[in-house]
């Protein structure tokens, strides 16, 4: 970049927020709906928010699978449906972030645009990772809208008896296998999996929603490592080939690599490094939120790539700026966990009650309650996103387990 690039100094304060997913409008909302409610000479008054994404829509993604299942229409809203009206959108992807002139460049339709801001909100999300040779090229997944439309496509076009085998134990993996199941009882729906299926559950949890899978007709193929997808065929480690008509990979998350392209501290993962503020650990500029973060260990060891993670991380995020931008104290993060939900077809679910630190308690809700409660929770998501944008703190999560240590973090703003 050059050097007319850089952002002018002025008494407003410019944040970019780089993503729209449930941290990014989370956070891009409270952060404005604070400015709504400033007083006197309170600096937050002064706040401009620029959202940047690569699409006009706001993608519900725990609602994916049924989409893909064809279940439900679309997954996607309209931006101003659940952003605050104030909110600057460019539809564009940022390309590279110049955290010494704090500047981004965001590829658009029309060209390559810089970009300034005073702070950074790094909100960029996850998707589908493809970790073995041929799984991007001959499996669908249910990451994105795109790809979802895809493999709703694909699985539409499927003759009775056809076989889906979906790949990956996982909470993603279930919910895509039993909407596909109940949506379409004339196919062979297989889940294929390297461990247990929902090993992390209760014994008792896990029994009941096996039940529920096998009621639905999906098999399960436990302890089977996929090592290549052909076009028509997994090819798994002990040397097995098992065909398919569609395969669905859900074996595992991956996020963007901007940070590490961009020279920001990651992770093993490419996930920006922050600490118990949310801060980028090398670059104050810059707040986290979302699955493409490495949150410090003492408070976010246990958390998961989850809505119920990205919402709470994004509140937190703009408590953090604000902060920075009020020249207080940051605040220490502190978020856990309520519940584990799954959907299993549109007539079952399963809600986990947890603690703090996600681990279960001796409480849940199956069957038909538990689809009435999962589908509460997830208009719940989208109502407390709008709520934000008139009420800083409408969306309110639990506190986290106690940390070892709480560090007291001072920050002035710049």
Same mark, same amino acid.
């Given at each position: 970049?050059?050097?007319?690039?850089?952002?002018?100094?002025?008494?407003?304060?410019?944040?970019?927020?780089?993503?729209?997913? %449930?941290?990014?409008?989370?956070?891009?909302?409270?952060?404005?709906?604070?400015?709504?409610?400033?007083? /006197?000479?309170?600096?937050?008054?002064?706040?401009?928010?620029?959202?940047?994404? +690569?699409?006009?829509?706001?993608?519900?993604?725990?609602?994916?699978?049924?989409?893909?299942?064809?279940?439900?229409?679309?997954?996607?809203? +309209?931006?101003?449906?659940?952003?605050?009206?104030?909110?600057?959108? =460019?539809?564009?992807?940022?390309?590279? =972030?110049?955290?010494?002139?704090?500047?981004?460049?965001?590829?658009?339709?029309?060209?390559?645009?810089?970009?300034? %801001?005073?702070?950074?909100? %790094?909100?960029?999300?996850?998707?589908?990772?493809?970790?073995?040779?041929?799984?991007?090229? !001959?499996? !669908? !997944?249910?990451?994105?809208?795109? #790809?979802?439309?895809?493999?709703?496509?694909?699985?539409?076009? @499927?003759?009775?008896?056809?076989?889906?085998?979906?790949?990956?134990?996982?909470?993603?993996?279930?919910? =895509?296998?039993?909407?596909?199941? #109940?949506?379409? +009882?004339?196919?062979?729906?297989?889940?294929?999996?390297?461990?247990?299926?929902?090993?992390?559950?209760?014994?008792?949890?896990?029994?009941?929603?096996?039940?529920?899978?096998?009621?639905? /007709?999906?098999?399960?193929?436990?302890?089977?490592?996929?090592?290549?997808?052909?076009?028509?065929?997994?090819?798994?480690?002990?040397?097995?080939?098992?065909?398919?008509?569609?395969?669905?990979?859900?074996?595992?998350?991956?996020?963007?690599?901007?940070?590490?392209?961009?020279?920001?501290?990651?992770?093993?993962?490419?996930?920006?490094?922050?600490?118990?503020? @949310?801060?980028?650990?090398?670059?104050?500029?810059?707040? /986290?939120?979302?699955?493409?973060?490495?949150?410090?260990?003492?408070?976010?060891?246990?958390?998961?790539?989850?809505?119920?993670?990205?919402?709470?991380?994004?509140?937190?995020?703009?408590?953090?700026? *604000? &902060?920075?931008?009020?020249?207080? &104290? *940051?605040?220490?993060?502190?978020?856990?966990?309520?519940?584990?939900?799954?959907? @299993?077809?549109?007539?079952?679910? %399963?809600?986990?009650?947890?603690?703090?630190?996600?681990?279960?308690?001796?409480?849940?809700?199956?069957?038909?309650?538990?689809?009435?409660?999962?589908?509460?929770?997830?208009?719940?998501?989208?109502?407390?996103?709008?709520?934000?944008?008139?009420?800083?703190?409408?969306?309110?999560?639990?506190?986290?387990?106690?940390?070892?240590?709480?560090?007291?973090?001072?920050?002035?703003?710049?």
């Amino acid at each position: 970049m050059t050097k007319s690039s850089e952002h002018p100094r002025s008494s407003e304060h410019s944040v970019v927020v780089v993503g729209a997913g %449930y941290a990014g409008v989370l956070a891009a909302n409270r952060i404005l709906a604070a400015r709504d409610r400033a007083r /006197g000479d309170d600096p937050a008054r002064n706040c401009r928010v620029t959202v940047v994404n +690569p699409r006009a829509q706001f993608v519900e993604r725990i609602r994916l699978h049924q989409v893909a299942a064809g279940t439900r229409a679309s997954a996607t809203l +309209p931006l101003p449906d659940v952003l605050h009206a104030d909110a600057q959108v =460019i539809v564009g992807e940022v390309r590279s =972030i110049d955290a010494d002139r704090r500047c981004v460049e965001v590829t658009t339709a029309d060209g390559v645009v810089p970009l300034g %801001y005073d702070t950074l909100v %790094y909100a960029v999300g996850s998707g589908t990772a493809h970790s073995v040779p041929g799984s991007g090229e !001959h499996a !669908h !997944h249910a990451g994105d809208d795109a #790809a979802t439309s895809a493999l709703r496509a694909a699985l539409a076009a @499927l003759a009775p008896e056809a076989v889906v085998r979906v790949v990956g134990g996982g909470a993603t993996s279930v919910e =895509i296998a039993a909407e596909v199941a #109940a949506a379409r +009882p004339d196919l062979a729906v297989e889940i294929v999996s390297a461990d247990r299926v929902l090993g992390f559950m209760r014994p008792r949890a896990r029994a009941r929603i096996m039940r529920t899978l096998t009621g639905l /007709g999906v098999t399960c193929r436990e302890d089977t490592r996929v090592a290549r997808v052909g076009a028509h065929e997994l090819h798994t480690a002990e040397g097995a080939v098992l065909p398919f008509d569609v395969c669905v990979w859900a074996a595992a998350f991956g996020v963007p690599d901007l940070a590490r392209r961009s020279g920001l501290a990651t992770d093993a993962a490419g996930r920006l490094r922050v600490d118990a503020t @949310l801060t980028s650990v090398d670059h104050p500029d810059i707040v /986290g939120a979302g699955d493409a973060v490495a949150v410090a260990p003492e408070v976010g060891g246990h958390l998961r790539m989850a809505c119920a993670t990205a919402m709470p991380l994004g509140g937190h995020a703009a408590t953090t700026v *604000l &902060a920075r931008i009020r020249g207080r &104290a *940051l605040p220490v993060l502190s978020i856990g966990f309520a519940a584990q939900c799954l959907s @299993l077809g549109r007539k079952a679910g %399963y809600v986990q009650l947890v603690r703090a630190d996600d681990s279960p308690r001796p409480l849940a809700a199956g069957g038909r309650l538990g689809a009435t409660a999962k589908e509460a929770i997830c208009r719940m998501t989208v109502d407390k996103l709008r709520a934000e944008r008139a009420r800083p703190g409408a969306f309110h999560a639990p506190k986290g387990p106690a940390p070892a240590a709480r560090p007291r973090i001072e920050e002035t703003s710049r």
